[in-house]
């Protein structure tokens, strides 16, 4: 049986809670909505993790040739970081986004990649602090 | 070198520093175990900083 208690990062660490939802939701809110979906439940199946319900259907229908963009990028930033090149930010990113949002994406996915892991290891996941 | 300016948008650069702050002047690891740890995290990304 694992050593690991039944809590969450959350729980543990609540000295750093509050400074890490403000970061969070202040992360999520410079993407646009649908991305921010998107890129929420594409971190949370390749790292194991149930997808988030979608009662609004904000994730359905085909991606956009700039979201498949992004969520390539996401998936290269988490499986394979070297080989994420100035070549690949510019290809994946800057060619659909301006600068504010190419970088608020780039932020928004190293935190999802960040806080997932957190998400994979405790059971309890991370609330209140969301991913 | 990429287009890209910044990696981090202003107004999340502040909450992101207070959150860095807190975790580093607050909690039960010591200096040297989070500096080892900042360190190893660095080398594994080649993480200039």
Redesign the interface.
């Known amino acids: 049986m694992s050593a690991w208690p039944t809590t969450n990062a959350a729980e543990l660490?609540p000295?750093?809670t509050a400074?890490?939802a403000?970061?969070v939701a202040?992360?999520a809110s410079?993407l646009p909505p649908r991305l921010e979906a998107l890129l929420v439940a594409r971190f949370a199946k390749l790292r194991g993790l149930d997808e988030p319900d979608d009662p609004a259907g904000v994730r359905t229908g085909p991606m956009t040739t700039a979201e498949s963009a992004v969520i390539d990028f996401a998936e290269r930033f988490m499986l394979d970081?070297?080989g994420v090149?100035?070549?690949v930010?510019?290809d994946l990113?800057?060619a659909h986004y301006d600068?504010?949002t190419?970088?608020?994406i780039?932020?928004r996915i190293?935190l999802l990649e960040g806080m997932t892991k957190f998400e994979r290891i405790f059971p309890g996941g991370s609330p209140p602090c969301p991913v | 070198m990429s287009g890209l300016k910044s990696a981090m948008p202003p107004d999340l650069g502040v909450a992101f520093s207070a959150l860095y702050g807190r975790m580093w002047s607050h909690g039960i690891v010591d200096h040297p175990t989070k500096e080892v740890a900042r360190l190893r995290n660095a080398k594994e990304t080649d993480c200039r900083y």
Request: hydrophobic share 50%; aromatic share 4%; no cysteine.
């Open positions: 660490r000295e750093l400074e890490l403000t970061l202040a992360s410079k970081i070297r090149t100035p070549a930010i510019d990113l800057l600068q504010d190419a970088s608020a780039l932020f190293a």
